[in-house]
């Protein structure tokens, strides 16, 4: 690491004097929401060498203290009054990730203000990102038992509601419409009723790719179910 520290040190004056990566992202300090003047020039510096891997966890450690600010537990995230379904530890984890996304992305460019160009890119997707799993979330497809005339004799009996749902997630994984994969997602949800962010994390899923799997699962689910 101090090789690498180095090389950054020879192309960028800011850098100079720092023993390694831990002692430069000490060295930028925050005023509020600001980092002090020399930590800028140190944030733009870490930006222009963020090809390399190093310098970009460098810089992302360096803007943690500004992302633990940014205020991800209210409604614009989906936590607010009835949007509970979200886990707020999901979100501030994806909102550390589209931040370390947007440094690797703008590597190598020479920015003056890195910390806003950095957080609010990393803010603007998340909430994109959160906007549209609260309203898939929200929507509530209609998998009701009004499909059972077409539906084979075992799916005809289920006595409730969960059980015909279950009975007809069985029979579209048998004649191959949905993987078993995809039929555990609906079953947690739609059966046991857990948040899909709680699934998609027990499954081992970003908490982003778990909604675009549900989505694909009930269309194959309707359509097995038609």
Same mark, same amino acid.
């Given at each position: 690491?101090q090789?690498?520290?180095?090389?950054?040190?020879?192309?960028?004056?800011?850098?100079?004097?720092?023993?390694?990566?831990g002692?430069i992202?000490?060295?930028?300090?925050?005023?509020?929401?600001?980092?002090?003047?020399?930590?800028?020039?140190?944030?733009?510096?870490?930006?222009?060498?963020?090809?390399?891997?190093?310098?970009?966890?460098?810089?992302?450690q360096?803007?943690?203290?500004?992302?633990? &600010?940014?205020?991800?537990?209210?409604?614009?995230?989906?936590?607010?009054?009835?949007?509970?379904?979200?886990?707020?530890?999901? &979100?501030?984890?994806?909102?550390? @990730?589209?931040?370390?996304?947007?440094?690797?992305h703008?590597?190598?460019?020479?920015?003056?203000?890195? &910390?806003?160009?950095?957080?609010?890119?990393? @803010?603007?997707?998340?909430?994109?990102?959160?906007?549209?799993?609260?309203?898939?979330?929200?929507?509530?497809?209609?998998?009701?038992?009004?499909?059972?005339?077409? @539906?084979?004799?075992?799916?005809l009996?289920?006595?409730?509601?969960?059980?015909?749902?279950?009975a007809?997630?069985?029979?579209?994984?048998?004649?191959?419409?949905?993987?078993? #994969?995809?039929?555990?997602?609906?079953? @947690?949800?739609?059966?046991?009723g857990?948040?899909?962010?709680?699934?998609?994390?027990?499954? #081992?899923?970003?908490?982003?790719?778990?909604?675009?799997?549900l989505?694909?699962a009930?269309?194959?689910?309707?359509? #097995?179910?038609?």
């Amino acid at each position: 690491m101090q090789v690498h520290v180095r090389a950054w040190a020879a192309a960028e004056p800011s850098l100079a004097g720092f023993a390694d990566a831990g002692a430069i992202v000490a060295g930028v300090t925050w005023d509020g929401y600001q980092p002090s003047a020399t930590g800028a020039l140190v944030l733009s510096a870490l930006l222009r060498q963020a090809a390399a891997y190093a310098a970009a966890r460098a810089l992302l450690q360096a803007l943690l203290p500004r992302l633990k &600010t940014e205020r991800v537990t209210t409604p614009t995230y989906g936590h607010g009054i009835g949007q509970s379904w979200q886990c707020p530890a999901d &979100t501030v984890a994806d909102l550390v @990730a589209e931040a370390f996304a947007a440094i690797r992305h703008h590597a190598g460019e020479h920015r003056d203000n890195v &910390t806003r160009l950095i957080v609010q890119e990393a @803010a603007r997707r998340l909430r994109t990102a959160r906007q549209a799993q609260c309203r898939y979330q929200a929507r509530s497809l209609v998998l009701l038992p009004d499909h059972a005339g077409r @539906a084979p004799a075992d799916i005809l009996s289920a006595r409730s509601g969960a059980e015909w749902l279950t009975a007809v997630l069985l029979d579209t994984v048998r004649r191959g419409r949905m993987s078993a #994969g995809d039929a555990k997602l609906v079953y @947690a949800t739609r059966v046991k009723g857990l948040p899909a962010s709680e699934v998609g994390r027990h499954q #081992g899923m970003r908490p982003k790719a778990v909604y675009h799997a549900l989505a694909r699962a009930e269309r194959a689910l309707l359509a #097995g179910a038609a």
